[in-house]
């Protein structure tokens, strides 16, 4: 996925992280817009004609089998693609890019089998901020997705996610969470500390039930329940005071409870 097509899926999100990406002080951390200025390496063995110039290294679509332990000379890196590959793991070395934000793994289904494993090294990445797992065919999301405590986008977007565990509540700086297509039937009831979430995307699921607590997201802007199976939403949506826009669309049991629902999110629009 290109920097411009991420800018453009999460605009919403993008003028945030520019505000905060410099939380740790660290001024060699570049924003979206100075990476987007950055030459894209295509190739290892081009990057490592001039390793400390290298922020931005995509290899998609290039049938890996694995992630070249070479990557660990590019000190610089920051943003990093291997969309669409046969990845099956992640390497230890992968722990020497530090000043590493962005993560793309999308569409390596093999990767499904070592997730576990992996997330324990990512954790290891201090500046990690944005990670893509999308369309890897996941079921189980490992409970070890808490330990990366820094992250602010997640993308689980066409995975077979049943449920979530309890420890994705440990992700107090998650902005946007992704979770489009899957199979969820509930949310945890400690989803509330998510309290810097922004933009939630449940869209394409099986949600027939919203816990109370999700009221007690009070950061929320952007809320997508669009084709699950509500049949109600609690009371304490009134809480949701920065909620802009929510997508309610076919949720067919919902019909009969639009009125009810506009006069309780009297700022918000909503979709039905």
């Not at 289904?109 to 997730?115: A, C, F, I, Q, R």
């Amino acid at each position: 996925m290109s920097l411009i097509k991420l800018y453009n899926k999460f605009f919403l999100l993008i003028i945030l992280l520019q505000s905060n990406i410099m939380l740790l002080g660290q001024t060699n951390l570049l924003t979206l817009k100075e990476l987007s200025s950055k030459k894209t390496y295509l190739s290892v063995k081009d990057g490592l004609k001039n390793p400390s110039k290298v922020y931005i290294l995509s290899l998609a679509y290039l049938n890996l089998n694995q992630i070249p332990k070479e990557i660990s000379k590019f000190t610089n890196l920051q943003y990093l693609n291997f969309e669409n590959n046969n990845i099956s793991s992640i390497p230890i070395e992968i722990v020497t890019l530090q000043k590493l934000q962005y993560l793309d793994l999308s569409k390596n289904p093999k990767l499904k089998y070592n997730l576990k494993s992996g997330l324990k090294i990512l954790s290891k990445l201090r500046n990690l901020i944005s990670l893509g797992l999308s369309e890897n065919g996941i079921s189980r999301l490992p409970k070890e997705i808490g330990s990366l405590r820094r992250l602010q986008l997640l993308g689980l977007e066409n995975n077979n996610l049943i449920k979530l565990p309890e420890e994705i509540g440990r992700l107090r700086n998650l902005r946007a969470l992704h979770l489009t297509n899957n199979k969820l039937v509930k949310l945890p009831c400690n989803i509330y500390r998510l309290r810097s979430l922004q933009t939630f995307d449940l869209s394409r699921n099986r949600i027939s039930y919203l816990p109370p607590e999700i009221g007690k997201l009070w950061n929320l802007i952007y809320f997508d329940l669009s084709r699950n199976r509500l049949t109600s939403l609690p009371y304490h949506f009134i809480k949701l005071k920065k909620l802009q826009k929510l997508d309610l669309r076919k949720n067919i049991k919902l019909r009969n409870e639009r009125s009810k629902i506009k006069k309780m999110l009297t700022r918000t629009k909503i979709r039905f």
